[in-house]
């Protein structure tokens, strides 16, 4: 059986059962089972200003970080659908393209994922619920999101070279 991040290598685990309550002081790191889990009341801070809060659990999956971190709301105040970047059958949350945030070299973070996309995720929500549009240039959804994620991060618009260029990649 293969071992999970945390059992390979527990002083990450430690400190994020440090560093994240000591930031976000209502947010607790927890080992259950086979699974570690970030929960509680995330503050979506402007400054030294809270501007609201959301009840959180983000699961971080057993090859964390080569795989994105799961994020729910689940206070049950931001609808379950796509224009609210919320899975319909799991209400996962959709902070980011996934590939975007495997590229950059903080995705071992935890509290760059929280500093970053889980708090642009957010203040996306309080603006929509205010009745303004959401903020940062929303992507679309599904394959559509992908190809224009690739295509910014490759300067390349075209689909079919945008598929080329992955598949050279690709290739040993």
Same mark, same amino acid.
Request: some cysteine; charged content about 25%.
């Given at each position: 059986?293969?071992?999970?991040?945390y059992?390979?290598? #527990?002083?990450?685990?430690?400190?994020?059962?440090?560093?994240? #309550?000591?930031?976000y002081?209502?947010l607790?790191v927890?080992?259950e089972?086979?699974?570690?889990?970030?929960?509680?009341?995330? #503050?979506?801070?402007d400054?030294?200003?809270?501007?609201? &809060?959301?009840?959180?659990e983000i699961r971080l #999956?057993?090859?964390f970080?080569?795989?994105?971190? !799961?994020?729910r709301?689940v206070?049950? &105040?931001?609808?379950?659908h796509?224009?609210?970047?919320v899975?319909?059958?799991t209400g996962?949350?959709?902070?980011i393209v996934?590939?975007?945030?495997?590229?950059?070299p903080?995705?071992?973070?935890m509290?760059?994922?929280?500093?970053?996309? !889980?708090?642009?995720f957010?203040?996306?929500?309080?603006?929509?619920?205010?009745?303004?549009?959401?903020?940062f240039?929303e &992507?679309?959804?599904?394959?559509?999101?992908?190809?224009?994620?690739?295509?910014e991060?490759?300067e390349?618009?075209? &689909?079919?070279?945008? !598929?080329r260029y992955l598949?050279c990649?690709s290739?040993?």
């Open positions: 059986m293969k071992r999970s991040w059992e390979k290598s #527990p002083q990450i685990l430690h400190a994020m059962m440090e560093e994240i #309550p000591a930031k002081s209502d607790r927890m080992a089972q086979s699974a570690v889990f970030i929960r509680g009341n995330f #503050p979506v801070m400054g030294p200003e809270v501007l609201d &809060r959301f009840q959180i #999956p057993a090859d970080p080569a795989s994105i971190p !799961v994020l709301e206070g049950g &105040r931001i609808p379950w796509g224009d609210r970047h899975n319909q059958g996962e949350a959709c902070p996934p590939e975007e945030w495997l590229v950059r903080e995705r071992g973070s509290l760059a994922f929280l500093d970053g996309p !889980v708090r642009n957010f203040l996306g929500q309080i603006l929509v619920e205010a009745g303004q549009p959401w903020p240039g &992507r679309s959804h599904g394959i559509d999101g992908l190809f224009e994620a690739y295509g991060m490759i390349i618009s075209d &689909r079919k070279a945008i !598929v598949e990649l290739k040993e």
